[in-house]
């Protein structure tokens, strides 16, 4: 089975700085993962994935993650925030092969960015 | 455009009554899945579906049922609702195969009262 921990429930921030939000996750097989972004009563959308090859992925609207097995992190960084990054931010994880399709989120990070 | 659509967007009902959320997806996507999400404890697997007539247990499955027989549904029935069970209830769809990202529909705001 695996687990996400997200080490940060709230991360405020001012407009047009850095952000990093922190992922760990524990599994005993190999594993994809994943970062969401829930805006403001709205679902989930994805805003990056981690399948395999390089480790640095790149998403929508600016942000990037590293994935580091070692350190079996997944951190998601943007090198300048907008007030429109507001949102809730989840990082998942799922199994890698097989036909085992679900997903395992952390508890979310809620992004507050401030002018 | 393809999409997938929850319904009602917003619930209130009563201890011990059967309700039913309903799920719609037209992106024609093999996998279902309903979670539940709650402050505190992110978004926790309720049941998931991989086709018609699979239906599979998640996290936290107790009160609650699913059935699939077409494609495009994936209703969620509480059996006898309980205040416990208040929360947000999000739908999602993805393909089979290679690992394809879940679509996430709009969510369903219940209240149990």
């Known amino acids: 089975a695996q687990s996400v921990t997200q080490l940060d429930s709230q991360v405020p921030v001012f407009e047009e700085a850095p952000v990093e939000l922190r992922c760990n996750y524990s599994s005993s097989v190999s594993v994809y993962l994943f970062w969401y972004v829930q805006y403001p009563n709205q679902g989930l959308q994805l805003l990056l994935k981690?399948?395999?090859?390089?480790?640095l992925v790149k998403g929508i609207n600016g942000f990037e993650a590293e994935f580091n097995k070692s350190q079996t992190s997944f951190h998601l960084r943007k090198p300048s925030v907008h007030i429109s990054d507001t949102a809730e931010y989840f990082c998942a994880v799922s199994e890698t092969g097989g036909s085992n399709y679900k997903l395992t989120f952390g508890k979310g990070t809620l992004l507050t960015v401030n002018p | 455009d393809a999409e997938i659509t929850q319904s009602p967007r917003h619930k209130i009902t009563e201890t011990g009554r059967q309700v039913t959320l309903a799920c719609h997806q037209t992106?024609?996507?093999?996998?279902m899945f309903w979670y539940r999400q709650d402050l505190g404890h992110g978004l926790r697997l309720i049941h998931y579906s991989y086709g018609v007539q699979d239906t599979n247990k998640g996290e936290v499955s107790d009160g609650y049922s699913v059935s699939r027989s077409n494609t495009e549904d994936l209703p969620l029935t509480l059996e006898s609702a309980a205040s416990s069970q208040t929360s947000v209830y999000f739908c999602a769809s993805s393909e089979a195969g290679e690992f394809h990202e879940q679509f996430f529909g709009p969510g369903t705001r219940l209240t149990v009262l």
């Open positions: 992106w024609n996507h093999n996998n």
């Open positions: 981690y399948l395999s090859g390089s480790t």
